[in-house]
């Protein structure tokens, strides 16, 4: 029996903004949501990491969260459209992923969370976005299209992939692979150990103090983003602090360019989408664009990088 061998173009599906914009909107208040109970109730740790998602074969989730002597996690699953929050104590409440508005879903997961007796207050304005509407207002996002929200599972998939094996040629203090739901995006930073001027701030609906925290150290960070604003789907790159002659720097593939407006260099999704070997190109534009935050800056790479042990 012949083998059918599946062309890049079959794992990295096609995306584009304008099809699936009104599913985006409500998806990306919806991760919000759950976000910010993760954000509420969880221990603080540094740079915001205990705000994030994680990627699961089917979907998003917080992973544990502690309440009292119980934790609980919620988890988005994308194969069976269905919200998941269970317990630790054996309890598994299932919210239906349908069209519906961001107001009626919001009262629902606060209402499931109530009859298990995990009473939590969240900040209701959404954050990093235009025109934000409070969660339990908001009867204008509703849209769930299920074949868009499962290419978006797919893509996350893939990307998560990825960065997790960039992540592992590591030495030095790096994040998780997580999902921030601020700004709908897949990341992974690496720091160099060294402090960070102050940040200027500057994000829609975020407090100055929460951008300082999250780079409070120098960064080389790079992930993943779903688009939005007048850009399609991209990879990114980006330093900060930015040092000298970072966009001039020489980074590889040549479909790579550097951003003026977002101060990041960028690697488009459908260039990657249509490469022979994406794999091969999404990692050598994170490690290219990682070496001109680390060169430029003069990170100590040699204590940083890893080198693999080579068994004899």
Known sequence: MAIVQSSPTD????????????TYETLHLWTQIVGKIRLALTPKI?????????IT???LTTSTIP????NFQITFNFVLHQLLIETSDGTTKIIELAPRSVANFYQAVINALTEISIDVRIWTMPQEIT???PFEQDEKHSAYDREYIQRFWQILVQAERILTRFRSEYAGKCSPVHFFWGSCDLAVTRFSGRRAPQHPGGVPNMADWVTREAYSHEVSSCGFWFGGGGHEALFYAYAYPEPEGFKNYPIQPQEATYSLDMREFILPYEAVRQASDPDAMVLTFLQTTYEAAANLAQWERAALDYIPVVKS
């Open 11 to 22: 794992i990295w599906l096609p995306l584009p903004v304008a099809a699936w914009q009104d």
């Open 131 to 133: 025109d934000p509407i």
């Open 46 to 54: 540094n740079h915001w990491w205990h705000s994030t998602l994680y």
């Open 67 to 70: 309440y009292g002597r119980r």
């Open 57 to 59: 074969p089917h979907g």
